[in-house]
């Protein structure tokens, strides 16, 4: 079935690590984006992409860096992560419809230990 | 910033009607959606409103009024697979989506 894939799914990382969260739709979809989710704070955007080859910041987007080199992957990085970087980290793509709706992948849960 | 407000939590009980009520304030607008989420999985799309007014997608209804930055979600005909997180997003003029904390919606027999 298309969608949108994340991995790993799960992660335990000590604090100061290096961290990839991989993120792959096979839709074709220009758009695509980064949220993560906390407790009573809702989804809150990290980093977008429009279209391949740009990319740019959203509403937090310290500790975090993002690449487009294809319309499928859109990889998130955090350099050296810390506590607060916990979270459940939810990437997306949108179509091309009028409503340009985004679509979510299942998510990967992270814990900064 | 975006300010979105719906309420934290609801109680329905199976079979009844229950209606989340979302209120905005954006920097622009450019349409407002729904999502569902259940517990541990990735929210899922239910409803766009862009122009005022209703629209019925079988049990699930969205309103608009953009006049008074305010929409809600009705739920008619409640089952316990309702039970639920419901988003209220909101797209602002620079056409980036910005979310409400969501209302969970428990459904009781």
């Known amino acids: 079935i298309a969608g949108i894939t994340q991995a790993p799914t799960s992660q335990i990382l000590a604090a100061g690590r290096r961290m990839t969260l991989r993120c792959t739709q096979d839709?074709?979809?220009?758009?695509m984006y980064w949220y993560r989710q906390d407790l009573g704070l809702g989804l809150r955007l990290i980093h977008y992409?429009?279209?391949?080859?740009?990319?740019g910041k959203g509403e937090v987007p310290d500790g975090y860096s993002v690449s487009r080199a294809n319309t499928d992957d859109f990889p998130l990085t955090l350099a050296s992560a810390v506590p607060s970087q916990t979270s459940v980290y939810f990437c997306?793509?949108?179509?091309?419809?009028?409503?340009?709706?985004?679509?979510f992948g299942p998510g990967t849960r992270l814990t900064v230990l | 910033g975006q300010n979105i407000d719906q309420p934290t939590e609801m109680t329905a009980t199976e079979g009844a009607i229950v209606q989340i009520n979302c209120t905005y304030q954006?920097?622009?607008?450019?349409?407002l959606f729904w999502y569902q989420q259940h517990a541990g999985e990735a929210p899922t799309f239910l409803s766009y409103n862009v122009l005022d007014g209703l629209e019925e997608k079988g049990r699930f209804s969205s309103f608009l009024s953009r006049s008074k930055g305010y929409s809600y979600l009705l739920l008619k005909e409640l089952q316990m697979k309702d039970s639920a997180s419901y988003l209220c997003?909101?797209?602002?003029?620079?056409?980036?989506?910005?979310f409400g904390a969501g209302t969970t919606v428990t459904v009781r027999a």
């Open positions: 997306a793509s949108s179509d091309s419809s009028p409503s340009d709706t985004q679509y």
């Open positions: 992409s429009n279209t391949a080859g740009t990319t």
């Open positions: 997003a909101v797209r602002d003029g620079d056409y980036k989506l910005s």
């Open positions: 954006t920097s622009g607008f450019n349409g």
């Open positions: 839709m074709r979809h220009n758009a």
